[in-house]
Every structure is written in C-alpha cells, then in structure tokens.
C-alpha cells in the first residue's frame, strides 16, 4: 500500500503550532499605550516634514506656471480693452463691456485689474516705453539726417501698424483723459519723442541738409500728424511699407510741384 496522506500535512501543522506558540512567548517589541501614541505621532510628523519639503520644493514652479497664468490672462484682458478703448473710449466703456468680450464677470476681471483706469496704464505705459526704445534706435548716430529721418519714419510706420489700438487710443483720449496729473506721463513721452526728430532736424539744419527757415517743432508735429493716418488706409496687399516711407520722404523734402523753369 502507498504512503497515507493527510490533509493539511502533519509537518505544516506542527511548525504552524511552533510559530504560534513562539509568539506567545516571544515579548512584543512594539511600543504600546503612551509610547505606542509617541511613535505614531513621530512617524506622522515625519512625513508631514517630508510633504512639506516637497511642497517648498516644487513651491517656485507652481508659482512660475501660476504668475505666467496670471499674466497671459492679463494680456488677454488688456488687448480687449485696448480694442473697445480705441473704438467707444475709454469713459464710454464699461468693465462688463470688457469682461463680456474675455468672458468673464466683472467681479473676476477686477482680480487682474483693480480698476478700469489701471487697465489704461498698463496699456499705455508699455507703449510709451516701446515707442521711446524704437526712436532711440533710429536715431543712432550713422548717415545724414535724411537717412535718420527716413528710419524714424519707418520705426513710426511700423509701431503704427503693430499697435494701431494704442495709437488711436493716444489721439481720442489725448485732449480728455490724458489730461489727468496721474498721465503725466503719457506727455512726458510724447516730449522725448518730439526732442529726438526735434534734434535730428536740428542736425540737419547745422549740416546745411535742411533748410535753415523752417521751424523743426512744426515740422515735426506736420510729420507726425501726416503718418499718424497712414494705417487708416494703408493696404499691404497693394502697398509696400518701404515704398509708403520713402515716398513720403521725397515728397516732403522735394515737395510736389514742378520745376519752374525761369
């Protein structure tokens, strides 16, 4: 006859017993009552400390996608009110008007933006400042005052072109809202602007480039007013920017009439 066999197997049983009975005797280790409390609390502060060094950890980039968020949003709301700014003004447009056009309530629009003056300064005030940078450049020294000129014209050309809102909004609210002491500044750059042609037909003048019996202030304001409606009608499918400016070069400084011959 084989071999009996039983189930479980005898020898599983007794080193089941074993194990058990050894446990019995065996102390537990493991701290109980007060102690035991103690160790839980160490082990969950420990990683509570763990969590939080992670949390300052990664703390920079939450805030960096956060900020960058917040100013995408920002655009978003400026160029907006830029274009309803240039088109009713800047009193005849409401905040709603604004969060109506980005999609979002008056309430939520004013976390980005406390008021709607607020949302005017930060327009114009990075404007100004681009407008002052690409003037500086084109007047670097290098060539006559001609050639100076015809590369303001082209730094105005193209600011006119990319920024057609801020422009119309600098020409409607120049004799209203700009009037008020908190945009003093939009005048200030207005000046250095005016000082840098001023100072180039000046130049000219000296260099015997211009003619002397002019007033460079006046011709300066004639120039600026002849370029500011240039982007009112300027087509690029039919009009190149280089040929628009140095055409209006020849024509200002050789006039339109014909030679007379006496």
């Known amino acids: 006859m084989g071999k009996r066999v039983t189930w479980p197997p005898i020898g599983i049983l007794r080193s089941n017993r074993a194990s058990v009975a050894r446990r019995r005797t065996t102390p537990d280790r493991r701290p109980s009552g007060a102690p035991q409390q103690r160790y839980r609390r160490a082990v969950i502060n420990q990683a509570l400390a763990c969590l939080l060094e992670f949390s300052i950890r990664q703390l920079p980039w939450i805030r960096m996608i956060k900020r960058k968020k917040t100013d995408e949003r920002r655009k978003q709301i400026a160029a907006a009110a830029g274009a309803l700014f240039a088109e009713r003004g800047v009193r005849d447009t409401t905040v709603?008007?604004?969060?109506?056009?980005?999609?979002?309530?008056?309430?939520?629009?004013?976390h980005h933006f406390k008021t709607k003056t607020d949302i005017v300064h930060g327009?114009?005030?990075?404007?100004?400042?681009?407008?002052?940078?690409r003037y500086e450049r084109a007047a670097l020294p290098g060539g006559t005052s001609i050639e100076k000129l015809r590369r303001l014209f082209h730094a105005c050309f193209e600011a006119n072109l990319e920024h057609p809102d801020e422009e119309a909004i600098l020409i409607r609210e120049l004799d209203n809202l700009f009037r008020e002491p908190e945009f003093s500044y939009v005048h200030e750059t207005l000046s250095k602007i005016e000082e840098i042609f001023v100072n180039v037909i000046e130049e000219g003048i000296r260099r015997r480039e211009i003619r002397a019996n002019i007033d460079p202030r006046f011709v300066y304001r004639m120039m600026m007013d002849v370029m500011g409606t240039v982007p009112r009608w300027y087509d690029p499918r039919t009009h190149h920017e280089a040929e628009i400016v140095d055409h209006w070069i020849e024509t200002f400084f050789q006039g339109i009439g014909a030679p007379i011959d006496v």
């Open 123 to 133: 327009i114009m005030g990075g404007y100004g400042e681009d407008l002052v940078a």
């Open 96 to 110: 709603r008007d604004i969060g109506d056009r980005v999609g979002l309530l008056s309430g939520s629009l004013y």
